[in-house]
Each structure stands twice: as C-alpha cells, then as structure tokens.
C-alpha cells in the first residue's frame, strides 16, 4: 500500500491523465501484493466497473443537457432569472447563481454549468462594471451547484460505489444545493455593496416576469417530470434520464424552434466523447478500488480510526479534513473512487446514516472542483473567460469558505439533508 500510495504522488505531480494515473497505480498495487494470478482478471474488473444499469443514466443527462443548451433553453432560463433578480443591485450576480440552480436541475454537471455561465454571462457581467476576477469566481463557484441540484452524475456515482439508493440521493440533494445558492448570494450581496455594482433593470415588472415565466417552462418541467416520476414509480432514476432527453427535444425542435436536425450528429459526437472520458475513469478506477478490497484497505483504515475514536460527530470532521485537503490536489471523480470504498464503511460501523454520509462525501467531492491548485471548473471557467487563475485563486476563497459552512450545517444538521427522503421514500 506505501508503495502505490508514493507512486500515487509521483503520478499526481508529474500530470498524468486521471484515468491512467487510477490505472496505473493499481497495477502497481498488484505488482506489489506478489499474486501474479490476478492480472488474468484486470479486464474483468474494468469492465464490471462500468457494467451498472445506473450509469446509464450519465449518458442521458449529458445528452439532455447539450440538446436544452442548444435548443436555446438556456437563453430562456437566463431571461427568467434576470426578471426574478435583475432589479436587486449586483442583479446579474444573482442571476449567476439562480441560472445555476435552474441549469443544475437539468444538466447534473459542474462543468457544463461553468461552461455556460462563462461563454453566455460574464462577458456581460464584465461589461456591466463587474471586476473580471470576482465574475469568473461566482461562475466557478456557482457551477458545483450543478452536481448537487439532481439530477446528479455525481450521486449516481457514489449511488453505484457504495449500493446507496440514488433516488434517496436524488431526494437529499436539493436543500443542499440551494444552501449553497444563498451562500453565495450572501457572498454576492456583501461584494456588491463593496464594490457598488450596477442593478442590471431598474424595478421589479410582475408582467414581464410572467411572460419569462411562461416561456421557460419546457425547460422548468424537466425536473418536476424527473423527481414526480421517481417518487411516483413510474420510472427509475436511469429512465428519468432518458425522459429528460425526450423533453429536450421536444422543447429545442418544436417549442423554441432553435435546435436543428443538422444539429444531432455533433451533439451526439460531444455526448460521446464526455461519456466516454467519464467512464474510461471509472473502470481504471475500477482496477485501483479492487486492489484496495483485496489488501483489506477499507477494514484496515476503519481499525485504525476506530483505534482513535468512535465518536460519529469526530469520525465525520475527520473525514471533512481528509477530502477537503484531497480536493487540492486531486479531481472529484477520481477521489470519489478512491476513497468510497474505504470511507463509507467506516461511515456505516459508526452508526452515520449512509444517505446522509452519501449526500456530505458528494457535496466535498464537488467543493474539491473549485480549491486550487486543482480545481477542475477553476480550469473550465479561466480558459473560457481568459481570467488568470492567480487571479481566480485569491477571488474564490470566500466562496470555498461558505461552502464549508454550507457543508458544516449538512454534516452536523441531519434533518437539512435527510427531510426530503424521510418524508417521500417511507
């Protein structure tokens, strides 16, 4: 185990590409545990990684995401919440974050959701008075509410890990990501009146608000049609997936009339290419995740916890110091696979609900994307709006410290995270 674990760290600073870096190190693994015998089943192993009925559903997310954007939902949702929040002062900095929560609800991506806000609101948002830093900032930070909001690939991830229930996922995940919303509007209002940014309308008009209201529906049913359809039995969450897509072609070919048939084969090529680099991480992942089952990594890890503390309040600030230090340096899906299998258990034996520990490792797992050096949407948002990311590093700290807040309440407020699925999955 020190063994993979130097060439780990060797890995990680030379920049090795996520996927192989799993995949190597886990071939180092067995070379080191000596049993020559397990190489016949490496193959196996991927492929049983990516083998889940569930992840079906990333395809389809992904999917629905790139035919909304396309069919011009996005611009919808957009002029919506500038007639909900546009009026406020530093109006366009809350519409940031309520386009985010709006696009979380149907795309489940952190960096689909940066690379939207950057490409479509900052370059607004800078010629409006903005300071580039703190736009590129709110952009990045605003985007992890994207994999928290379901539908989520993220939890479908940590659902297929570690056999907890994605739909009671789904269910935990909203009061999350809408704490984290007003953090961040928290931290936009205090910036706002610190650097006196302009209003972007002047007054609150209830009927163009009802007008924007009406147009955005196709794309606000979408969640609604996701989470009623799972609570109701009518599909699971995979199937919503494909639902979404349905909605979203609906909406792009005959609503809005923006997407075009001519449209398909590229956003079908880009679906692809994401899906693809989405699970080519998780079966090398797969290989390192076995290794560590195989040299009785989690029960070793649990031991020595336990040997410390069994107290579930301590285990769990343990835990949070863990990730959020991992989150610096290394990329959320890969220490997801890393670490599920040996932190979940330890979650259980101490008596932590595993929704709720499901719902708080996803949650730290997202904050990871936006605390340098590694972030991977601090990487997303810079290259989109050519902002510096020694500019964005300094800029972004108030924002990872609300989210540690944020993620403070969920892990010692249970209730904040476990209401929903208490009162609809009885």
């Known amino acids: 185990m020190l063994l993979a674990a130097i060439g780990f760290v060797f890995l990680l600073i030379i920049g090795t590409p996520i996927a192989f870096m799993l995949g190597s190190v886990g071939y180092l693994h067995l070379l080191a545990m000596g049993n020559p015998a397990f190489f016949d089943i490496v193959t196996q192993r991927m ?23 396309k069919g011009g939902v996005t611009a919808q949702l957009i002029d919506f919440s500038r007639e909900c929040v546009g009026y406020l002062r530093g109006g366009l900095a809350y519409v940031a974050v309520v386009v985010a929560m709006f696009l979380a609800a149907i795309l489940g991506s952190a960096n689909a959701v940066a690379a939207i806000l950057g490409s479509v609101l900052a370059p607004e948002m800078v010629k409006d008075g903005f300071d580039d830093d703190f736009t590129s900032a709110l952009i990045a930070a605003s985007s992890i509410i994207g994999p928290i909001i379901p539908p989520s690939v993220v939890f479908i991830l940590y659902g297929v890990l570690s056999g907890t229930s994605v739909s009671a996922l789904f269910l935990a995940g909203y009061v999350p990501g809408i704490l984290l919303g007003i953090g961040y509007m928290v931290v936009s209002y205090i910036q706002a009146k610190k650097r006196n940014y302009p209003r972007y309308k002047e007054r609150f008009e209830p009927i163009k ?72 991480i ?27 503390t069994n107290n579930p309040n301590v285990v769990m600030l343990l835990i949070i110091v863990l ?74 700290l108030p924002f990872v410290c609300v989210s540690i807040i944020a993620l403070l309440i969920m892990a010692y407020v249970p209730s904040v995270v476990l209401f929903l699925p208490r009162t609809f999955l009885k």
Request: hydrophobic share 60%; proline share 7%; aromatic share 10%.
């Open 323 to 396: 990730m959020l230090f991992v989150g610096t340096v290394m990329e959320a899906f890969a220490s997801m696979i890393v670490f599920t299998p040996v932190l979940a258990p330890l979650a259980a034996q101490v008596g932590i609900d595993p929704v709720h520990f499901g719902l708080v490792f996803s949650v730290l797992s997202c904050i990871a994307l936006i605390t340098p050096p590694v972030g991977m949407c601090l990487f997303v948002t810079s290259g989109i709006t050519n902002v510096p990311l020694s500019k964005m590093n300094k800029a972004i």
């Open 47 to 69: 492929f049983s990684g990516v083998n889940q009925f569930s992840l079906m559903a990333i395809p389809f997310f992904i999917l629905a995401g790139e035919l909304m954007n």
């Open 209 to 280: 608000l009802l007008k924007s209201f009406v147009r955005a529906v196709p794309a606000l049913i979408v969640p609604v049609i996701i989470i009623g359809g799972i609570l109701s039995g009518a599909f699971t969450p995979t199937e919503s997936g494909a639902i979404a897509v349905v909605v979203a072609a609906v909406s792009g070919l005959f609503i809005y009339r923006k997407l075009r048939p001519r449209d398909i084969p590229g956003i079908l090529l880009n679906t692809g290419m994401i899906t693809a680099g989405i699970m080519l």
């Open 282 to 308: 998780i079966a090398m992942g797969n290989i390192f995740g076995w290794t560590l089952a195989m040299d009785k990594a989690p029960q070793k890890f649990a031991d020595a916890v336990l040997r410390f």
